[in-house]
């Protein structure tokens, strides 16, 4: 199955950080949210990406060019360039890198990947990582035989809560989840049949649309997910996700 990782947007809430990098290179323990995102998928066994790009999408394709260089310690003849390798902790990925415009919006970008596309697909976004059960999701979209399913999970609070007894203050608990409401968190599945409904078009959204009409046909599935997600879509964001990581409380590690 290809996971396909939506990475070409500009980012633009996260300000001046996304003006040197697009935004699924911001960086969560020392690593690209991107690299996290896809350790998730290859955990559960499914290594094989099509990342759609848009905005600076030559940097990303320079870092999986050269991942080999960051993942290992070697070293370089400058006279030849002959490289040895000493020691590889490279990650066994196939990743394929397709620019699919600056100005494209999502449902455009998923088209022009037609191309490189399985019967059934993973897809997801470039910035959320989750503890989600892929194998449990896949299973579930198998079994129901629509043509997309969703992740439905509770987006954390943007403020921390008081927990409180009788009005002494208990504790303080950052960011908690939103009891109530369901959002699309990505880690979605598809059926390649979805593409039907998509164009080329630079102006072909993908949730608003082309997803709701396959929801109004009965054509889309939810999967609820009650553990943890998250999204860097803010520079408060990624400092909370870097806190869990120096922590080591970010549950999204599943490998």
């Known amino acids: 199955m290809k996971v396909v990782i939506l990475a ?3 980012g633009s809430r996260l300000g001046h950080v996304t003006e040197l990098i697009p935004k699924p290179m911001v960086e969560v323990g020392g690593r690209p949210i991107i690299w996290h995102i896809m350790k998730i998928y290859a955990a559960h066994g499914f290594n094989e990406f099509v990342i759609a790009l848009g905005y600076k999408g030559n940097v990303i394709k320079d870092y999986f060019y050269k991942l080999k260089n960051f993942s290992s310690d070697f070293t370089v003849n400058t006279a030849t360039g002959e490289i040895q390798y000493h020691s590889d902790n490279a990650d066994e990925w196939k990743v394929t890198l397709v620019d699919t415009g600056l100005e494209t919006l999502k449902g455009g970008r998923i088209k022009r ?7 059934v697909n993973f897809l997801t976004y ?8 892929l194998q449990a999701l896949l299973e579930y979209h198998k079994n129901h035989q629509k043509t997309v399913t969703i992740t439905g999970v509770r ?3 943007l403020f921390g809560e008081v927990i409180q007894k009788d009005g002494q203050v208990l504790s303080f608990e950052e960011k908690p989840q939103i009891g109530q409401g369901l959002i699309n968190g990505g880690f979605m599945v598809f059926n390649k049949s ?3 409904k998509l164009s080329t078009d630079v102006n072909c959204d993908f949730e608003f649309g082309p997803l ?3 929801a109004n046909e009965g054509e889309v599935m939810v999967h609820i997910h009650d553990g943890f997600w998250e999204c860097a879509d803010t520079v408060r964001d990624v400092n909370h996700l870097n806190k869990l990581w120096d922590k080591n409380e970010a549950e999204w590690k599943i490998w």
């Open 155 to 157: 987006p954390p609070s």
């Open 8 to 10: 070409g947007g500009y």
């Open 113 to 119: 990947l037609e191309k490189y596309l399985d019967d």
């Open 212 to 214: 709701e009409d396959l």
């Open 194 to 196: 979805m593409l039907d």
């Open 126 to 133: 470039g910035d959320g990582v989750s503890n989600v059960d």
